[in-house]
């Protein structure tokens, strides 16, 4: 069975760089055809897409932190990364890495989700 | 960005009584090429990550009880539990996922109770 697990710093300081992996288990990613994602959730607050990619090169970001964003994918260790730059106490949150659900595409909903991960920004 | 409005924030329900939440996007997200509605219902219940409910507007996901039911289409859209049971206390977002070039949003999220 397919399983997403987070990892990374729990605490970042202002400023720096958050960098998240998101491990694959059950499946690999080269060969799902599937779109993977991460999403965040400040404490207490709504959903935020951050960005999605395509292991052979397809990668978006949402608008409001395409400069501050970079997803990249590591297709030998099955694992994807998450780099969130010049991060400030408003990028506190629940990071979570998903799986988009059809296959191939990337316009679709997210259909299973890693637990997430709490990453605080505060010096 | 379309934005997505959900109402209300929060209801109070009895067990077994009907629980209506409604979704209200900014622009309408019915691709007509395909005449799909490019809309997703997800549950979130304390400590966990979201699970998806539905997809398509009113596709159920395998294993999903089928007292929760999505509809609608264009800018308004709703999901309903028919029967409201203790293991539905959970936070219920909508996320469009139209956008192309994709930037998803997500609706603010509607806490469900019992009343």
């Known amino acids: 069975q397919l399983q997403l697990q987070e990892s990374g710093p729990g605490l970042v300081r202002p400023s720096e760089t958050l960098s998240l992996t998101c491990t694959v288990s059950?499946?690999?990613?080269?060969?799902?055809?599937?779109?993977w994602g991460w999403i965040r959730q400040p404490p207490g607050k709504g959903l935020e897409w951050i960005g999605s990619f395509y292991y052979s090169g397809s990668t978006y970001y949402n608008p409001s932190l395409r400069s501050r964003v970079t997803i990249s994918v590591d297709t030998s260790n099955n694992e994807f990364s998450l780099k969130l730059s010049s991060v400030t106490a408003a990028d506190t949150a629940f990071y979570y890495c998903?799986?988009?659900?059809?296959?191939?595409?990337?316009?679709?909903?997210?259909?299973?989700w890693g637990r997430g991960t709490l990453v605080t920004v505060s010096s | 960005d379309i934005v997505m409005t959900q109402s209300p924030d929060s209801l109070a329900v009895s067990l077994g009584e009907r629980a209506t939440i409604n979704c209200k996007s900014s622009q309408s997200v019915l691709y007509s090429s395909n005449n799909r509605n490019y809309l997703a219902w997800y549950q979130q219940k304390p400590g966990q990550p979201p699970k998806l409910l539905i997809s398509?507007?009113?596709t159920r996901e395998s294993g999903v009880p089928d007292r929760f039911s999505g509809s609608g289409s264009g800018t308004d859209f709703t999901l309903t539990i028919s029967s409201l049971q203790a293991e539905d206390v959970a936070v219920y977002y909508c996320h469009q996922y139209y956008t192309n070039p994709p930037s998803f949003t997500f609706g603010g999220g509607t806490k469900v109770e019992i009343k």
């Open positions: 998903a799986r988009h659900r059809e296959f191939q595409l990337v316009r679709c909903a997210f259909d299973l």
């Open positions: 398509w507007a009113s």
């Open positions: 059950g499946g690999s990613i080269s060969s799902s055809s599937h779109y």
